[in-house]
Protein backbone atom coordinates (compact mmCIF):
# COMPACT_ATOMS: atom_id res chain seq x y z
CA UNK A 1 0.00 0.00 0.00
CA UNK A 2 1.66 3.42 -1.17
CA UNK A 3 1.32 5.71 1.26
CA UNK A 4 1.34 9.48 0.27
CA UNK A 5 2.72 12.29 2.33
CA UNK A 6 2.13 15.65 1.29
CA UNK A 7 4.93 18.23 2.76
CA UNK A 8 3.98 21.87 3.50
CA UNK A 9 5.34 23.24 0.28
CA UNK A 10 3.18 20.52 -1.93
CA UNK A 11 -0.14 21.73 0.36
CA UNK A 12 0.53 25.28 -0.14
CA UNK A 13 0.78 24.51 -3.98
CA UNK A 14 -2.30 22.38 -3.88
CA UNK A 15 -4.73 25.15 -2.41
CA UNK A 16 -2.64 28.18 -4.38
CA UNK A 17 -3.89 25.65 -7.32
CA UNK A 18 -7.57 25.49 -5.66
CA UNK A 19 -7.94 28.79 -5.70
CA UNK A 20 -6.75 29.92 -9.12
CA UNK A 21 -8.95 27.20 -11.03
CA UNK A 22 -12.06 28.78 -9.05
CA UNK A 23 -10.95 32.40 -10.29
CA UNK A 24 -11.02 30.81 -13.71
CA UNK A 25 -14.34 29.12 -13.47
CA UNK A 26 -15.19 32.82 -11.93
CA UNK A 27 -13.82 34.73 -15.39
CA UNK A 28 -14.81 31.84 -17.80
CA UNK A 29 -18.47 31.13 -16.16
CA UNK A 30 -20.99 34.34 -16.12
CA UNK A 31 -24.36 33.38 -14.96
CA UNK A 32 -24.46 35.20 -11.48
CA UNK A 33 -25.66 32.49 -9.37
CA UNK A 34 -22.80 30.33 -10.63
CA UNK A 35 -20.53 33.15 -9.83
CA UNK A 36 -22.08 33.49 -6.12
CA UNK A 37 -21.31 29.71 -5.90
CA UNK A 38 -17.77 29.75 -7.32
CA UNK A 39 -16.75 32.79 -4.76
CA UNK A 40 -18.39 31.22 -1.82
CA UNK A 41 -16.37 28.05 -2.71
CA UNK A 42 -13.50 30.45 -3.07
CA UNK A 43 -13.64 31.94 0.19
CA UNK A 44 -14.14 28.58 2.13
CA UNK A 45 -11.29 26.83 0.48
CA UNK A 46 -9.09 29.99 1.67
CA UNK A 47 -9.72 29.81 5.34
CA UNK A 48 -9.97 25.79 5.48
CA UNK A 49 -7.11 25.79 3.19
CA UNK A 50 -5.11 27.89 4.97
CA UNK A 51 -5.89 26.39 8.06
CA UNK A 52 -5.21 22.57 6.98
CA UNK A 53 -2.18 23.82 5.18
CA UNK A 54 -0.50 25.30 7.70
CA UNK A 55 -1.74 22.06 10.54
CA UNK A 56 -0.05 21.59 12.88
CA UNK A 57 1.39 25.04 13.69
CA UNK A 58 -1.69 27.05 13.00
CA UNK A 59 -3.72 27.97 16.45
CA UNK A 60 -7.36 28.96 16.75
CA UNK A 61 -6.30 32.76 18.23
CA UNK A 62 -4.10 32.48 14.84
CA UNK A 63 -6.31 31.75 12.44
CA UNK A 64 -7.77 34.92 12.42
CA UNK A 65 -4.71 36.78 11.39
CA UNK A 66 -3.12 34.17 9.10
CA UNK A 67 -5.88 35.11 6.93
CA UNK A 68 -6.26 38.75 6.70
CA UNK A 69 -4.00 38.73 3.69
CA UNK A 70 -5.81 35.36 1.53
CA UNK A 71 -9.02 36.61 2.12
CA UNK A 72 -8.65 40.15 0.61
CA UNK A 73 -6.02 39.39 -2.31
CA UNK A 74 -9.07 36.90 -3.23
CA UNK A 75 -11.42 39.66 -2.55
CA UNK A 76 -9.13 42.16 -5.29
CA UNK A 77 -9.11 39.49 -7.75
CA UNK A 78 -12.72 38.77 -7.85
CA UNK A 79 -13.98 42.41 -8.04
CA UNK A 80 -11.04 42.82 -10.33
CA UNK A 81 -12.65 40.12 -13.16
CA UNK A 82 -16.17 41.59 -11.88
CA UNK A 83 -16.04 45.61 -12.48
CA UNK A 84 -12.96 45.23 -15.09
CA UNK A 85 -14.86 42.79 -18.01
CA UNK A 86 -13.06 44.14 -20.53
CA UNK A 87 -9.34 43.11 -19.76
CA UNK A 88 -7.92 41.16 -22.35
CA UNK A 89 -6.94 37.31 -21.92
CA UNK A 90 -3.49 37.30 -22.51
CA UNK A 91 -3.31 39.45 -19.31
CA UNK A 92 -6.13 37.91 -17.12
CA UNK A 93 -4.02 34.89 -17.47
CA UNK A 94 -0.61 36.14 -16.42
CA UNK A 95 -2.82 37.66 -13.52
CA UNK A 96 -3.88 34.03 -12.46
CA UNK A 97 -0.24 33.15 -13.14
CA UNK A 98 0.66 36.03 -10.39
CA UNK A 99 -2.27 35.79 -8.30
CA UNK A 100 -1.34 32.33 -7.68
CA UNK A 101 2.20 32.96 -6.77
CA UNK A 102 1.56 35.04 -4.52
CA UNK A 103 -0.71 32.87 -3.08
CA UNK A 104 1.79 30.59 -2.75
CA UNK A 105 4.55 33.46 -1.15
CA UNK A 106 1.99 34.41 1.30
CA UNK A 107 1.77 30.78 2.70
CA UNK A 108 5.74 30.36 3.23
CA UNK A 109 5.87 33.96 4.78
CA UNK A 110 2.93 33.12 7.38
CA UNK A 111 4.36 29.86 8.29
CA UNK A 112 7.58 31.43 9.30
CA UNK A 113 5.34 33.78 11.49
CA UNK A 114 3.75 30.67 12.51
CA UNK A 115 7.39 28.74 12.96
CA UNK A 116 8.32 32.34 15.35
CA UNK A 117 4.93 31.90 17.25
CA UNK A 118 5.65 28.00 18.12
CA UNK A 119 9.01 28.69 19.26
CA UNK A 120 8.68 32.14 21.17
CA UNK A 121 11.78 33.02 19.28
CA UNK A 122 12.97 34.97 16.08
CA UNK A 123 14.69 32.23 13.44
CA UNK A 124 16.85 33.44 10.48
CA UNK A 125 14.15 34.50 8.25
CA UNK A 126 11.80 36.19 10.36
CA UNK A 127 12.96 39.90 9.27
CA UNK A 128 13.03 39.29 5.53
CA UNK A 129 9.12 37.77 6.26
CA UNK A 130 8.47 40.85 7.76
CA UNK A 131 9.66 42.54 5.20
CA UNK A 132 7.99 40.32 1.92
CA UNK A 133 4.89 41.03 4.13
CA UNK A 134 4.80 44.70 3.74
CA UNK A 135 5.39 44.55 0.40
CA UNK A 136 2.47 41.49 -0.35
CA UNK A 137 0.19 43.91 1.73
CA UNK A 138 0.48 47.07 -1.05
CA UNK A 139 0.45 44.42 -3.89
CA UNK A 140 -2.99 43.24 -2.58
CA UNK A 141 -4.26 46.60 -1.35
CA UNK A 142 -4.03 48.31 -4.58
CA UNK A 143 -6.15 45.62 -6.83
CA UNK A 144 -8.49 45.57 -3.47
CA UNK A 145 -8.73 49.05 -3.37
CA UNK A 146 -9.54 49.70 -7.31
CA UNK A 147 -12.17 47.00 -7.16
CA UNK A 148 -13.81 48.28 -4.22
CA UNK A 149 -13.87 52.11 -5.88
CA UNK A 150 -14.69 50.77 -9.20
CA UNK A 151 -18.11 49.12 -7.19
CA UNK A 152 -21.59 51.39 -8.28
CA UNK A 153 -21.58 52.65 -4.28
CA UNK A 154 -21.39 56.40 -2.26
CA UNK A 155 -17.92 57.11 -1.69
CA UNK A 156 -17.92 57.45 1.96
CA UNK A 157 -18.99 53.92 1.67
CA UNK A 158 -16.35 53.07 -0.36
CA UNK A 159 -13.68 55.25 2.11
CA UNK A 160 -15.08 53.18 4.94
CA UNK A 161 -14.44 49.71 3.12
CA UNK A 162 -11.24 50.68 2.55
CA UNK A 163 -10.55 51.97 5.95
CA UNK A 164 -11.63 48.99 7.46
CA UNK A 165 -9.03 46.99 4.61
CA UNK A 166 -6.26 49.59 6.51
CA UNK A 167 -7.08 48.82 9.78
CA UNK A 168 -6.93 44.48 9.08
CA UNK A 169 -3.29 45.14 7.65
CA UNK A 170 -2.51 47.50 10.50
CA UNK A 171 -3.54 44.55 13.05
CA UNK A 172 -1.85 42.15 10.35
CA UNK A 173 1.61 43.89 10.64
CA UNK A 174 1.63 44.31 14.39
CA UNK A 175 0.89 41.00 15.40
CA UNK A 176 4.07 39.51 12.68
CA UNK A 177 6.39 42.66 14.44
CA UNK A 178 5.11 41.24 18.52
CA UNK A 179 7.63 38.30 17.55
CA UNK A 180 10.57 40.56 17.47
CA UNK A 181 12.66 40.48 20.62
CA UNK A 182 13.60 43.62 19.83
CA UNK A 183 10.32 45.46 20.03
CA UNK A 184 8.66 46.07 23.37
CA UNK A 185 5.34 44.50 24.00
CA UNK A 186 2.44 45.45 22.29
CA UNK A 187 -0.64 45.65 24.18
CA UNK A 188 -3.99 44.83 22.63
CA UNK A 189 -5.27 47.91 23.30
CA UNK A 190 -2.04 49.79 21.65
CA UNK A 191 -2.45 47.82 19.16
CA UNK A 192 -6.42 48.55 17.98
CA UNK A 193 -5.17 52.51 18.64
CA UNK A 194 -2.63 52.62 16.35
CA UNK A 195 -4.72 50.33 13.70
CA UNK A 196 -7.40 52.42 14.09
CA UNK A 197 -5.12 55.68 13.66
CA UNK A 198 -4.10 54.03 10.54
CA UNK A 199 -7.56 53.57 9.20
CA UNK A 200 -8.55 57.25 10.11
CA UNK A 201 -5.65 58.60 8.51
CA UNK A 202 -6.14 56.96 4.92
CA UNK A 203 -10.00 57.20 5.22
CA UNK A 204 -9.36 60.94 5.61
CA UNK A 205 -7.17 61.28 2.58
CA UNK A 206 -9.08 59.11 0.11
CA UNK A 207 -12.40 61.05 1.40
CA UNK A 208 -10.12 64.38 0.20
CA UNK A 209 -9.75 63.10 -3.21
CA UNK A 210 -13.20 61.25 -3.58
CA UNK A 211 -14.37 64.54 -5.04
CA UNK A 212 -11.76 64.93 -7.96
CA UNK A 213 -13.06 62.86 -11.01
CA UNK A 214 -10.32 60.48 -11.55
CA UNK A 215 -9.88 56.77 -12.64
CA UNK A 216 -10.20 53.89 -9.74
CA UNK A 217 -7.08 51.97 -10.48
CA UNK A 218 -4.97 55.71 -9.58
CA UNK A 219 -6.83 56.40 -6.56
CA UNK A 220 -6.31 53.11 -5.29
CA UNK A 221 -2.56 53.80 -5.89
CA UNK A 222 -2.52 57.06 -3.98
CA UNK A 223 -4.75 55.66 -1.60
CA UNK A 224 -1.96 52.55 -1.07
CA UNK A 225 0.23 54.85 -0.90
CA UNK A 226 -1.13 56.36 2.14
CA UNK A 227 -1.28 53.01 3.59
CA UNK A 228 2.37 52.36 2.74
CA UNK A 229 3.69 55.17 4.61
CA UNK A 230 1.28 54.46 7.82
CA UNK A 231 2.68 51.15 7.80
CA UNK A 232 6.29 52.20 7.17
CA UNK A 233 6.13 54.35 10.33
CA UNK A 234 4.37 52.16 12.45
CA UNK A 235 7.30 49.78 11.43
CA UNK A 236 9.90 52.47 11.96
CA UNK A 237 7.97 54.02 15.26
CA UNK A 238 8.63 50.47 17.16
CA UNK A 239 11.74 49.89 15.50
CA UNK A 240 13.40 52.86 16.83
CA UNK A 241 13.91 54.04 13.53
CA UNK A 242 12.05 57.26 12.55
CA UNK A 243 14.26 59.75 11.11
CA UNK A 244 13.28 63.35 9.33
CA UNK A 245 14.83 61.88 6.04
CA UNK A 246 12.20 59.22 6.41
CA UNK A 247 9.04 61.27 6.82
CA UNK A 248 10.07 63.23 4.30
CA UNK A 249 10.41 60.03 1.94
CA UNK A 250 6.85 59.19 2.85
CA UNK A 251 5.69 62.74 2.59
CA UNK A 252 7.03 62.69 -0.96
CA UNK A 253 5.95 59.27 -2.11
CA UNK A 254 2.18 60.24 -1.14
CA UNK A 255 3.00 63.58 -2.74
CA UNK A 256 4.07 61.72 -6.09
CA UNK A 257 0.91 59.62 -6.78
CA UNK A 258 -1.32 62.37 -5.79
CA UNK A 259 0.04 64.99 -8.13
CA UNK A 260 -0.38 61.86 -11.02
CA UNK A 261 -4.18 61.55 -9.85
CA UNK A 262 -4.56 65.09 -10.13
CA UNK A 263 -2.93 65.56 -13.46
CA UNK A 264 -4.53 62.68 -14.86
CA UNK A 265 -8.22 63.77 -13.56
CA UNK A 266 -10.29 63.60 -16.67
Same mark, same amino acid.
Given at each position: ??????????????????????????????? %??????? %??? %????????? &????? @?????????? +??? =????????????????????????? %???????????????????????????????????? $????? +?? +???? &?? @????? +? !???????????????? &?? !????? /????????????? *????? *??????????? $?????????????? *??????? !??????????? /???????????????? *????????? =?????????
Amino acid at each position: MIRIILEKKHKYFIFSLLITLCLVGFWILKP %ANVRILI %ALL %AIVITVIGT &AVAQY @PNVKLNTVFY +ITI =LPLHLLGGALMSLLVFPNLGTPFVV %ASFILFGFIFYVLYLVNNIFLVVNDKEDTIPLYRAA $VTWAQ +II +IIII &AI @PFFAG +I !FKLPLTPYFQNGIVAI &AS !FLFSV /YLMWILQFDKDIR *ELRVE *ERILLSFFTSL $VVFIMVTGVSFIPT *EPFLKAI !FCSSILLSMLG /YLYNHFTNRITKRLMW *EYLGISLVF =LIILLVFAP
